[in-house]
């Protein structure tokens, strides 16, 4: 999935990457020198952040936070006004049947290769995005036919009726980058991953120590359409580190200047800090625990779904969880509050597991469970599962896991392989419900993110039509989400264990954070205001 949680990174001299991170450094748009500690943002993540590949067109991890200072898209949500803005688009349109869209590119644009961004150039990167078909590339699925009237008019014509102004601002596989720049007859792919960028951002790639603490830095593009005035940061480094309380001592010593993800004790503990300002936003992530519909019967899986408390697992992550209502967060269509879900009542697990065979005072049941290693908050949810399902005669077997392992071991083609409970988290690619539903629940032969390995020909049926609704009645997009997870719930293919509140603790030196649902832990550096700068 998009989500890729921590793991041990290869040991290193921490003197020397951070003489690497801080050396080197762009203070003007043409000259090369160390930026003072005001011109470097640091950003501690607690999971490697290009662990999925350079490629913009496939890349569907954490690399998201790194690219987004790269690469820019056509379009770009506002998740606060729930509208959309220009970016390298200024303006669009679409034709009545929602099958032709016009947009007119920014002038004046160029690659970090020195190519002028156009039409040409727009559509070439879309084209090969289209082809590669990795990432989130389904998000071009409508797309027929591109044409370049102009050198900045770009015109798409539709197989059907999809929302793309929407679609083309999403957080993977809609950035637009130079596909010539490996050069004729380089392979792009392998050229990107050496690794360079070809994006049209603030800033561009100057080191990647690959499994090291100090991982990816980046420095100002001097050609940069938005320009240089004003206060902004000149390096963005991101550094990676998976202990929570290292990272909190680097924060109140002002090595790093944000701090994704820690226990929520710890959180709260920095509360009165003096130097540092903690952020509580809710998120479009939720968790989810797949459930393997072709080892669990649906009365086994209703009845774990009615045997997980809930409300003590959200009371015990303090504040960094709230309760979902069906797969789809607030803030988005296809949000209701009074879907058919699931609630903790062991009474009703009890009966059901009986009526399996399983259950108190019939035959135990063994379960596995993976989750990824090193996030906390996974953790301690897996150990309260562990506890609720005991009660129910169910030993659930827990075991964490590097992400790229348990991925391979839930996608594997060897159903041997394949756990009982996979645990991840999810959010949406663009603004819309749609990637739930098509990633996680549609049929696929081979597993890749639907690791509940769950078919139904009749959702799959509704998945097909409600993109097309979007774009042309939104009214009834809506019903139909609706509709999606009633039935869901009722075959219970995944747990919805709740929805995250990001909590993130910061310095205090700077200005000018958004957070935005729509580009999950993005912070866009050029945007922020280096205090005393």
Known sequence: MKLHRAWPVAAGSAIALLLAACGGGTTSATQQSTPTANQ??????????????????????????????????????????????????????????????????????????????????????????????????????AVKTIDTPSQYTLVFHLKYASPLDLQA???????????????????????????????????????????QEFEVILKASPQYWGGWSGAHYKRVVFRVVPQDTTAVQLLKSGQVNF???????????????????????????????????QALNEKVRQAISWGIDYKGMIAALSGAAIPSSGLVPAGLMGHFTDLPNYSYDP?????????????????????????????????????????????????????????????AKGKSSSASQHQDIFMEYWWPDYADPYSWFINLLYTEKQPYFNLSYYSDPSLDSMINKVEPLVATDKSAADQLYRNMQVRILGTAPILFLYNANYQYAMTTNFSGLTVDPAYPNVVYAYDLKPLGS
């Open 40 to 141: 470097t943002f640091t950003y501690e993540t607690y999971s490697p952040v290009m662990d999925d590949g350079w490629d913009p067109a496939t890349e569907y991890s954490n690399g998201i936070i790194a690219m987004s200072e790269m690469y820019q898209t056509l379009t770009h949500y506002n998740s606060a006004t729930h509208q959309l803005q220009p970016l390298l688009a200024t303006s669009w349109t679409s034709s009545s049947d929602g099958k032709t869209w016009t947009f007119q590119l920014r002038r004046g644009v160029h690659f970090h290769t020195g190519r002028l961004m156009t039409a040409q150039a727009a559509k070439a990167s879309i084209l090969r995005t289209i082809k590669l078909n990795g990432g989130a590339a389904y998000i071009w699925g």
């Open 169 to 211: 601002s999403a957080d993977y596989s809609a950035y637009i980058y130079d596909t010539q720049a490996a050069g004729s007859g380089g392979s792009l792919t392998k050229w990107l991953n050496t690794p360079h960028d070809a994006g049209t951002g603030p800033y561009t790639v100057q080191t990647w120590n690959h499994g």
């Open 259 to 293: 701090v994704e993800q820690m226990s929520p004790t710890l959180w709260k503990s920095l509360q009165g800090t003096q130097g540092v300002k903690l952020v509580s936003s809710p998120s479009w992530q939720n968790l989810l625990g797949q459930l393997n519909t």
């Open 347 to 407: 009474a009703k697990a009890k009966a059901l597991l009986n009526q399996a065979g399983y259950g108190p005072g019939k035959k135990k049941l063994s379960l596995s469970l993976t989750y990824t290693q090193g996030d906390t908050n996974e953790q301690v949810v897996a150990t309260l599962m562990k506890s609720d399902l005991a009660k129910l005669n169910i030993n659930l077997s827990v075991q964490s896991l590097a992400w790229p392992t348990q991925w």
